[in-house]
């Protein structure tokens, strides 16, 4: 069973900077294909961000192209999500995904395909 928590969300005005991490534990965190998802209120969860074991294979949405990175530290089970040059719409709760993909090439953008999630954080863009 793997658990994963995610952390750096917050308040922060338009064009502004945010980094969220997501600490992984029970399984090995190389195995997993890494996602961040995001949900705000009253729309249906979308994909944001997501790369494989390796990290070099690297999928992003086409709303955060630009300007958010998603990376990860296998030797520290962490993934990031670097998002600059915030916007309102950004605003959600964004999620931490992984999906059991080891070697896997490609990454997967659909959230069925993932078998654990994290709790969320808050992310606020103020105009």
């Known amino acids: 069973q793997v658990q994963l928590v995610e952390s750096g969300g917050g308040l922060v005005q338009a064009g502004g900077s945010l980094r969220l991490s997501c600490a992984a534990s029970g399984g090995t965190f190389s195995d997993y294909t890494m996602g961040w998802f995001r949900q705000a209120p009253g729309q249906a969860r979308e994909f944001v961000a997501a790369?494989?074991?390796?990290?070099?294979?690297?999928a992003l949405a086409d709303s955060v192209k630009g300007r958010f990175t998603i990376s990860r530290d296998n030797a520290k089970s962490r993934v990031h999500l670097q998002m600059n040059n915030l916007e309102r719409a950004d605003t959600a709760v964004y999620y931490c995904a992984a999906r059991r993909a080891p070697y896997a090439a490609a990454v997967a953008r659909s959230g069925y395909e993932y078998e654990y999630w994290g709790q969320g954080t808050q992310v606020t863009v103020s105009s």
């Open positions: 790369n494989n074991w390796s990290g070099h294979s690297t």
